[in-house]
C-alpha cells in the first residue's frame, strides 16, 4: 500500500486510515492466538494417547508372547494376559483422561519392576524434588489415596535405608552419591 503524502491533511487521513486497520487485525490476532492454543493442547492430547497405546501395545504382546500354554486348564488366560488386559484397562481412561484434559503428563514407567525400584529409578530421573501423588501418576499407578499412600510409605523405607532424602515437607529426591 504506497500512500503518497502531499501535505499535513495526506498525514492525517493515512493516520486515521492505519488507526481504522488495528480492530481487525488485533481481532485477528487473538483469534489466530486461540486457534494456536487449541491446537498445541490436541497434540498433547494425542502425543500422551498414542504413548499410552504403545504401552498398552507393549504390555499386550509381551502377554500374548510370555504366556505358556498348558494343558487341561480351565482358566481363560495366563497371568500374564490377565495383568496385561488390567494395565489396558487402566491406560484407555488415562489416555482419554489426559487428552480431554490436555495437561502433559509424565509417561509412565514400565510396571515390571517392583514398587521400590520404580520409586527409587523416577528419583533418580527427577530434575526436582517430587511428592508422592507425582511419583505415584508418574509410576502409572492409579491416582487412588491408597495407592499414593503405598508410595508414601515406600518413600519413608527409602528414605530410612538412604536411598532417597526428604528435600522439604512433602518432598522427596534421590540420595546423594
Known sequence: MATRIDA?????????QLQGELPGLESRKQELEQELAAVAQRLEAVRTAVESLKTLSTATAAATTAAPKTAGRRKTGTTAQRQASRTAKKAAPRAKAAGKAG?????????AKGLTDGIVEILSKAKSAMKAGEINQALGRPEAAGQ???VRATLERLVKASRARRAGRGLYEAAQG
Do not use: F, M
Open 8 to 16: 499535513p491533511d495526506g498525514i492525517h487521513s493515512t493516520i486515521e
Open 103 to 111: 495437561k502433559k503428563t509424565a509417561a509412565p514407567a514400565k510396571r
Open 148 to 150: 499414593i499412600e503405598a
